[in-house]
């Protein structure tokens, strides 16, 4: 059973930067694909940034810039570095795996 476990999220300012962190489990086989996503209340999870095993990066146009991932493979831990954050980056961010596994969540806000 493979377990994702997200840790970072808080409470920032406008124009602040918070760092995410999510750690794999409880699996013996590599992760190909780790991803973030987000989720506001009342709307659909939406995908911001992923990261294969070969380092590759993509993101979403809306963080494009102002969002980083990066991953561990040896340690299937993968994070996302935010700056410049805006009102707009608040909700619940996830963690996924091979968009297969998913971790529990981690509440952002920014927000005066």
């Known amino acids: 059973q493979v377990q994702l476990v997200e840790s970072g999220g808080g409470l920032v300012q406008p124009g602040g930067s918070l760092r995410l962190s999510c750690a794999a489990s409880?699996?013996?086989?590599?992760?190909?694909?780790m991803g973030w996503y987000r989720q506001e209340p009342g709307k659909q999870r939406e995908w911001v940034a992923s990261?294969?095993?070969?380092?590759?990066?993509y993101y979403a146009d809306s963080v494009k810039g102002r969002f980083t991932i990066s991953r561990d493979g040896a340690k299937n831990t993968v994070n996302l570095q935010m700056d410049s954050l805006k009102a707009e980056d608040t909700a619940v961010y996830y963690c996924?795996?091979?968009?297969?596994?998913w971790g529990q969540g981690t509440q952002v806000t920014v927000s005066s």
């Open positions: 990261i294969n095993s070969g380092g590759s990066t």
């Open positions: 409880g699996t013996s086989l590599s992760i190909d694909v």
């Open positions: 996924s795996g091979n968009g297969l596994y």
